[in-house]
C-alpha cells in the first residue's frame, strides 16, 4: 500500500473542503494514482469534488443482511459491489463508507469489508481519508498507519482545545501516525490571537498553516458549487499550496 494522508476533525472546522483543495493540489503535482476514502457519516466529499456517489459501505453492510441472492455467497456479494462503488474520475477515484453499523452484529460483514478495501487500497499511491472526529470509523474498518494525520479546528480556543482531545484520542486507540499536524482554518485575516498561538504549545500538536477565511469560498458553499472548482487565485487554495509541500508525505 502506498502513503495515508487522514483529515479529522469536529463537524463545521471546513474538513472535508480542505480535503477537496489537497486532493486539488495533489493533481495538480501530478500526484496519483490517489483513493479518496469519504470516511464521515455526513458523507458530502462527493459534492465538493462534483462526482456522483452510486452509494456506500454502511448501505452495502446492510445488503448483505437480506439482499445476497440464493447461490451467492458473501464474500462474492462483497466484492462484486464494492467494486461498483468506487468512482473513478481518471484524477483519483472516490470509495464513500456511509453510516456507522447500527442494530446487531457487524463483525463478519465488517470482516469482508476489511479485507476488501484493504486489497482495493494497495493499488494506489495514495489514500487520502474525510475522516469524522471520533476516529473510530477509520480505526476499525481501515488502516491503523497513517503518513500524515491533520487536524482541522477553526480559530477559537474551543476548537483548538477539541484538536487537542482528538490528538489524544488517536493516542489512545493506537493509531500509529507518522505527522501529525494542526491546520486552522476560517482565521480571520489569516491571524489568531496570542492565546491560541499558546495554547496549541501546552497541547503540544505542531501548527502546519492558518488558512484565512475566504469570502469566494464561503460564495462558493452558499450557491452550492463544487469546492474543487475553486479558481487558483483563491486565497483558501492558495495558502493550502503553501501549507502542504512542507509536510507531505512524499
Known amino acids: 500500500m502506498g502513503k495515508t494522508i487522514a483529515i479529522a476533525g469536529k463537524g463545521g472546522t471546513g474538513k472535508t473542503t480542505l480535503i477537496g483543495l489537497i486532493l486539488r493540489w495533489m493533481a495538480e503535482q501530478d500526484i496519483k494514482p490517489i483513493l479518496a476514502v469519504d470516511a464521515d457519516a455526513n ?3 462527493g459534492e465538493v469534488l462534483d ?3 452510486p452509494g456506500n459501505i454502511g448501505e452495502l453492510r446492510e445488503g448483505m443482511k437480506s439482499d445476497v441472492p440464493a447461490g451467492m455467497t458473501k464474500e462474492a456479494y462483497m466484492e462484486y459491489h464494492i467494486q461498483n462503488l468506487l468512482v473513478e474520475t481518471g484524477t483519483y477515484d472516490l470509495l464513500t463508507m456511509g453510516r456507522p453499523e447500527g ?3 457487524y463483525c463478519y460483514a465488517n470482516a469482508l469489508c476489511t479485507k476488501f478495501i484493504d486489497f482495493m487500497v494497495k493499488e494506489y499511491d495514495y489514500v487520502v481519508i474525510d475522516n ?3 476516529m473510530e470509523h477509520l480505526s476499525r474498518l481501515l488502516m491503523k498507519d497513517i503518513d ?4 482541522v479546528s477553526d480559530p477559537s480556543l474551543r476548537g483548538i482545545r477539541t484538536a487537542g482531545r482528538i490528538k489524544e484520542l488517536v493516542e489512545e486507540i493506537n493509531l500509529r501516525v507518522g505527522t501529525l499536524a494542526l491546520v486552522i482554518n476560517r482565521a480571520i485575516d489569516g491571524k489568531l490571537v496570542d492565546e491560541a498561538y499558546q495554547l496549541i504549545n501546552e497541547i503540544g500538536i505542531e501548527l502546519a498553516g492558518v488558512i484565512p477565511d ?3 469560498l464561503a460564495k462558493f458553499d452558499r450557491e452550492g458549487k463544487a469546492t474543487i472548482k475553486l ?4 486565497i483558501a487554495y492558495q495558502e493550502v499550496g503553501k501549507i ?5 508525505p512524499y
Open 214 to 216: 475566504d469570502p469566494l
Open 51 to 53: 462526482v456522483k456517489v
Open 43 to 45: 458523507a458530502n466529499l
Open 148 to 151: 500524515l494525520l491533520l487536524v
Open 244 to 248: 502542504m509541500p512542507k509536510i507531505f
Open 231 to 234: 479558481p487558483t487565485e483563491a
Open 103 to 105: 442494530a446487531g452484529c
Open 132 to 134: 469524522e472526529a471520533g
